[in-house]
């Protein structure tokens, strides 16, 4: 069996120095994908990019703040997240009703279709639609992806999880994986066979040949079928060090083309998400 890998920038529309960096990417064919994170105040930026230069794009579903003090504003207006996008769990999973929740995942896809923008994709800001908060949100993320004919960006293989945990996963999580991928198949929603994206914080990376070594190492394990390495880069943010500068890395790992020559090493076939529609 064959081995594709797709290699995506989260966060297109985040703020400028992430849409400067992965539109740099885009144009110089470093990536091959990328999704909108509709909520955010540069997103319409990162529209008006998509449809100038005809490039295909995600849709990055949000339905939470990343933090309190500024919290994301809904684009659906429901009732659930009149004041913002809930940035706490709690909120997220006792004061949000999943009608609200689809009603938000269509306006975010209709806000960036009418934008002038193609949607190739569907994924997810935070795994809050994975079930991992004790809600059904998958169910509507799945519904939502049936509906406008969407692959998903769900792994079908336990490897995400366990390199996110970094131990072995018990059985009965992966039953639980297992049942959630079934939901998606009854829909006739494709999937990934796997995922892969850093977990770790600066303070255990801390320097950039840390985390290219990451990558590269995910690589050379890659398994057969279809693949997507999900990064965020970003060009440094004034006055902003922590856990940013994790953004900037990958950024400069992108850039440097490392990803695209290892995976030609391996025989790796660098894809888009077009590799469900053919």
Known sequence: MSKYLIINADDFGYNDEQNSAISELLNKGLITSTSILAVCSKSKDAIDFAKKNAVDVGVHLTINSDNSDKKWQ????????????????????????????????????DFITKGGAKVDHADNHCATLY?????????DAFDFCAEHNLPFRFPKTSGFLERQLERKIPNALKSYQQMIVRSGEKRGVKMLD????????????????????YYLDAIDNCIDGITEMFLHPALPLENEQGEWQKRVFEYEILKSGCLLDRAKQKGIEVVSWKIFNQ
């Open 194 to 213: 796997d995922l892969v994206s850093n977990p770790w914080s600066m303070q255990r990376i801390k320097d950039y040949n840390t985390l290219e070594k």
């Open 131 to 139: 079930g991992i908060n004790g809600r059904r949100f998958y169910i």
């Open 74 to 109: 809904s684009v659906s207006n429901a009732k659930s997240f009149v004041g913002g996008l809930p940035s706490e769990q709690r909120d997220l999973i006792f004061r949000t009703t999943r009608r609200d929740v689809r009603s938000e995942l269509e306006a975010q896809y």
